[in-house]
């Protein structure tokens, strides 16, 4: 990766406890470049104003840059449809509206939903709701030794009374990338949809919904170099215009009378209240950067940085890797023998090294893995070598620290 790129995000360029920052959390939440920076500081320097609404000059420019950002979005995963796109707050708010309007309507007693136990919460709470509200039964696709899916026990799951298919695309725990494409394929055989969680999988790969012929797929600005509190739930148009919206107020409403009202047309309808315009813009300009960049480059520049990741901590004596030997994404978990990894991440803390350390909002998969919490290392595009080979020598001098504890 061009070094000039670490040089555009303006916060890595400081010291923490007196050490050079090394940022390993973008699993997280990734930084920014200084071109979402700037094109948020000029939307709401020049074009601050609400969208569809006005026929004032400034209405007309924040409408045109909000759902340009929307065309964007459609362009980058290949949505056969700008309609199709429907703005949230992340991934998380998009997999809830899935659950709450399609889900909803949609399974029954006897139903099926099929997950797996690798599922961050935002994509298992909400079917445990559905299953809850509808009876429904939840069932979980089998984990192989290492964290993989089996396409044969995909088959096995997945039955002619199974409505939903969801999982994420990649994991965050794990770093594996699944099969969604075939998992999809075995879903639509059995007459059920498929919904992804693409937090994980749309900052570090090309993305092809049409391809992947997933009906829903969820994806967060803040995690690709964009703004918090704005992501995006592409949905197959007549799946969309069979759901119902779940919030109701302005913008989303056609005609409003004193007993009854209806709903604009896509993507309009799930969009009630005020939008996130700014959130939109950045997004917008995020997505300019990393295909500036190339998401092939990108992806080639983790895959290489975790195996150079992989091969130096398992140079550590009592270190241990959770996961296949070999990934494609930049997730490294890990735990550095009995020292607890909040004690971990405070101690690499000291020396300017940001980690995640918990059960990163996957509880059931901690105790499939018989802990109760890891510590997470992940890389994006602004990583480089050096960052793993400071984390090395860190945890090598915790380990000494903590002594007869790892």
Known sequence: MNPSIREQFPILHQEINGHPLVYLDSAATSQKPRAVIDAVKHYYEYENSNVHRGVHTLGSRATDAYEGAREKVAKFINARRTQEIIFTRGTTTALNLVASSYARA??????????????????????????????????????????????????????????????????????????????????HRNGAIIVVDGAQSTPHMKVDVQD??????????????????????????????????????????????????????????????????????????????????????????????AAYATERLSEIDGLRIYGPAKRHVGVVTFNLGDVHPHDVATVLDASGIAIRAGHHCCQPLMRWLEVSSTARASFYLYNNEQD??????ALIQTKEYFGDAT
């Open 212 to 305: 992947l012929d997933c009906d829903f797929y969820a994806l967060s600005g803040h995690k690709m170099c964009g703004p918090t509190g704005i992501g995006a739930l592409y949905g197959k148009k007549a799946l969309l215009e069979s759901m119902e919206p779940i919030e109701f107020g302005g913008e989303m409403i056609n005609d409003v009378g004193l007993y009854d009202s209806n709903w604009k047309e896509l993507p309009w309808k799930f969009e009630g209240g005020t939008p996130i315009i700014a959130g939109a813009v950045g997004l917008g300009a995020a997505i300019d950067f990393l295909e500036q960049i190339g998401m092939d480059e990108i992806a080639h520049h983790e895959g290489v940085l």
């Open 388 to 393: 793993v080979d400071r984390l090395v020598s």
């Open 106 to 187: 949609n399974c029954k007693e006897g139903d099926e939903i099929v997950i797996t136990q690798m599922e961050h919460h935002s994509n298992l709470i909400p079917w445990q709701q559905v299953a809850k509200e509808t009876g429904a039964t939840l069932k979980y696709i089998p984990l192989q030794p290492d964290g993989h899916i089996e396409l044969s026990d995909v088959e096995q799951t997945i039955t002619s009374r199974t409505k939903i298919v969801a999982i994420a695309y990649v994991s965050n725990v794990m770093g594996l990338v699944h099969p969604v494409k075939q998992i999809a394929e075995i879903a």
